[in-house]
C-alpha cells in the first residue's frame, strides 16, 4: 500500500515536471500496486483526457476513482 502511494506521488512530481508519459507509468504503477487508490485512478482519468484526447478511457479512471473515493471526502 505504501509502495502505491510512493508511484502516486512520482506520478504527480512528473506531471508538475511537464513529464506526461512519465506521470502515466508512475499512476499505473501506483495502481497495480494497490487499486483502491482514488487519488490515482482521478489523476490518471484526467492524464487520458487532457493529455491523449482518449475519452472512454479516462471516464473509465474517473468511474474507478469515484468508487475508491471516501464517502467523507465527496
Do not use: K, N, V
Not at 13 to 41: F, I, K, N
Not at 59 to 65: C, H, K, L, N
Amino acid at each position: 500500500r505504501q509502495q502505491g502511494r510512493l508511484w502516486l506521488r512520482i506520478g504527480q512530481c512528473r506531471a508538475a515536471q511537464q513529464q506526461p508519459r512519465a506521470a502515466q507509468m508512475a499512476y499505473r504503477q501506483a495502481l497495480d500496486l494497490d487499486s483502491t487508490l482514488a487519488r490515482a485512478w482521478l489523476l490518471h482519468g484526467e492524464a487520458r483526457l487532457f493529455e491523449q484526447s482518449a475519452f472512454a478511457p479516462a471516464i473509465r479512471a474517473f468511474s474507478q476513482g469515484l468508487r475508491h473515493e471516501p464517502a467523507s471526502s465527496r
